[in-house]
């Protein structure tokens, strides 16, 4: 049982390029949720989804978009990266939405936007 | 190494000793809270949760009390050891839709042997 896979682990962007994080998981939770986590600083959420094709924003959205065609997988997109993009990102997922249980973490991505 | 976790308080404590990590939450309408450990260079690992409708919940090693009156949290480890060491973080659950959390700032525990 891999549980929640990030790809790449380690990415480095110039100012104005766009990527993908990938997020995977394979034990069919509805709850998914992308954070960012910045030196010093906990984890902040980004965004989440409740479900396929449910996505919502959560505290610093600006700057990314997401989408879940599929229960399995999440994807964070940057279209147009910004130096202050620059973080770990941490995915994360949970059985269900609405009833308060242990959320999953990725192993994360370290992202630099140079 | 790993960055993340630059600037944060830190406990240092004996190996063998009991360690106490103290959070404040924000939001008095918060019914849910975790704690979470971090080691470098890893994703957050659950350690704990309680709910509001509790003071007290123990674990393997672990007690978390939660007391409502001063919104604050705290997270006892018996007993100590190496691998303890890491950051870690409280989290409550915010939001109607279930598991979005809000998280602490988070504390490094470093243990000596």
């Known amino acids: 049982n891999a549980g929640v896979t990030q790809t790449p682990k380690f990415q480095v962007l110039k100012t104005g390029q766009s990527m993908t994080l990938q997020c995977a998981q394979d034990?069919?939770?509805?709850?998914m949720s992308w954070y960012r986590q910045d030196p010093g600083m906990g984890l902040r959420l980004i965004h989440y989804?409740?479900?396929?094709?449910?996505?919502d924003q959560g505290e610093v959205p600006n700057g990314y978009n997401v989408s879940r065609s599929t229960t399995e997988d999440f994807p964070l997109r940057l279209l147009s990266a910004a130096p202050s993009q620059t973080s770990v990102y941490f995915c994360?997922?949970?059985?269900?939405?609405?009833?308060?249980?242990?959320?999953?973490f990725g192993q994360g991505t370290r992202l630099t936007v140079v | 190494g790993e960055s993340v976790g630059l600037h944060l308080p830190t406990l240092s404590v004996q190996e063998g000793d009991n360690s106490i990590i103290n959070c404040a939450y924000s939001?008095?309408?918060?019914?849910?809270f975790i704690w979470y450990k971090q080691e470098s260079g890893k994703g957050p690992q659950f350690i704990i949760d309680?709910?509001?409708?509790?003071d007290k919940r123990q674990g393997q090693r672990v007690t978390v009390l939660l007391n409502k009156t001063v919104k604050h949290l705290s997270l006892q480890i018996a007993a100590t050891q190496p691998g303890d060491s890491a950051v870690y973080f409280c989290?409550?659950?915010?939001?109607?839709?279930?598991?979005?959390?809000?998280f602490g700032g988070g504390t490094r525990l470093m243990v000596k042997p």
């Open positions: 994360a997922s949970s059985y269900s939405p609405t009833v308060n249980t242990e959320a999953f």
């Open positions: 989804s409740v479900g396929a094709g449910i996505t």
């Open positions: 939001n008095s309408a918060s019914d849910y």
């Open positions: 989290a409550e659950n915010i939001g109607n839709a279930g598991n979005m959390l809000t």
């Open positions: 309680i709910r509001s409708n509790m």
């Open positions: 034990m069919n939770h509805e709850y």
